[in-house]
């Protein structure tokens, strides 16, 4: 996405007009699978504000790039962020970012580990944050520091491990990664796949524990997974699961 913006503001800048269909184009990019996954998890809704914050999540998987995706859990109710589904996304108004995204290669928790899973698995402990100052040098990534010690970060930030409620389990969904865009335009941290708060998010997506175990028991690095978040029109391309 971000080259087919630069492409038509450099045009912008040049005085001519952007190639007809160059928005749209630049938009689907965004969906796009990549062709080395075969897992994927769609979370969708009809609409980028859906009632009570909850969308449908529904589990793929495919043998090859040229094999179709069938499904492989039932699909679910998922919550989302309070600031809704957007395909623009800010630090701090709390909404689920659009797009297709990896999952991190370390899952976390306040919960014991749960086995059998195909990750690395951190048992959350005192200092263990997630840095969400749009400002630091870490910013948007795990971080851990001594127990008892304020880092300059934490007014921004979330000390994961005093939150049992969330974070029983959780995995991250790798948005602004890769490169991360901080400062003022960032367009946000941690965002997670963890544990159904009963309401809504702060932009993560949210399962009840069974089903999150089960999803995060599935996920194997070796199948590339990633996460697709949209619309029902933005991500009408993966095929419905059964009803």
Not at 14 to 34: T, V
Not at 89 to 100: C, I, K, L, M
Not at 137 to 144: A, E, L, P, S, T
Not at 214 to 242: F, S
Request: contains cysteine; charged residues 15%.
């Amino acid at each position: 996405m971000a080259a087919g913006v630069l492409a038509v503001a450099a045009l912008a800048c040049a005085g001519r007009p952007a190639p007809a269909g160059a928005a749209p184009r630049a938009q689907h990019a965004r969906f796009a699978i990549p062709a080395s996954a075969r897992q994927l998890v769609v979370v969708s809704s009809p609409t980028y504000d859906p009632a009570n914050y909850l969308a449908k999540f529904q589990s793929f998987r495919r043998a090859n790039a040229s094999s179709p995706w069938k499904p492989v859990f039932p699909a679910w109710q998922t919550e989302i962020g309070s600031g809704h589904i957007v395909d623009v996304r800010r630090e701090g108004d709390h909404a689920t970012p659009t797009g297709v995204f990896s999952f991190g290669r370390t899952m976390y928790g306040n919960g014991a580990d749960p086995g059998e899973i195909h990750e690395a698995y951190h048992h959350l402990v005192c200092g263990d944050w997630w840095d969400e100052d749009p400002y630091s040098d870490q910013y948007n990534r795990f971080v851990h520091v001594a127990c008892g010690t304020t880092p300059s970060f934490a007014a921004w930030s979330e000390a994961l491990w005093t939150d049992t409620k969330s974070y029983r389990y959780f995995a991250v969904i790798d948005f602004n990664d890769n490169p991360t865009v901080a400062g003022l335009h960032a367009p946000g941290s941690g965002i997670f796949l963890h544990t159904w708060m009963y309401g809504p998010t702060q932009g993560c997506i949210a399962l009840p524990v069974p089903k999150l175990l089960e999803v995060l028991r599935w996920l194997d690095p070796a199948d590339h997974p990633v996460i697709e978040i949209g619309t029902r029109a933005e991500v009408g391309h993966v095929p419905p699961a059964p009803a």
